[in-house]
């Protein structure tokens, strides 16, 4: 896959990825409501497991003007052939710019006009406010929580599980 926004492409990783994945994914701050800041052995098993086989979970978010990778989203069928989970990962020091809103709309374009699927879904945890309020920029509704469900930060927290339908987004 390749989907190109203003400015970022979303597109495979390639092995010339691993050094740039390992920046934002080894930043205790990126990584704060996902997990524990990955080795470069976790980074480049993470890159090999997920984003370099046949059928990717992951595509690199690359900065067109610097071409350098700066998060990845996660795009992959979930439990249905018609059904994908969507969700982002960027470094720090670009977040708080629009980039996911614009990353992430493409790929919800995508979704829903190419692929033609029937419904996205994606999870966050209590805490993760930017991402809450991503999802509901993106339409995406709030169908469940599952009440103390994740261990974040030495606290049991709620799990929140969101999804758009095809008719909601069109």
Known sequence: ???ETDRCIIRNFDEADIHE??????????MYFIEDPYTPEQTEDFIHD????????????????????IG????????????????IIIDV????????YEALSALVRHAFGS???????AET???????????EKLSLTREATLRK?????DNWVDEYHYGLLREEAI
């Open 93 to 100: 020091p670009y977040q708080k710019q629009g980039i996911g």
């Open 1 to 3: 896959m390749r989907l």
């Open 115 to 121: 692929m033609n699927i029937h419904k996205l879904v």
């Open 149 to 153: 469900q994740n261990w974040d930060h």
């Open 50 to 69: 997920c984003g370099m086989r046949e059928d990717p979970l992951v595509y690199a978010l690359v900065l067109k003007e610097s071409d350098k990778v």
């Open 21 to 30: 994945a390992y920046q934002y994914l080894s930043n205790p701050e990126t």
């Open 72 to 87: 990845h989203v996660i795009f992959h069928e979930y439990d249905y052939e018609s059904i994908y989970e969507i969700g």
């Open 125 to 135: 945890i209590e805490g993760n406010d930017a991402c809450v309020r991503l999802l």
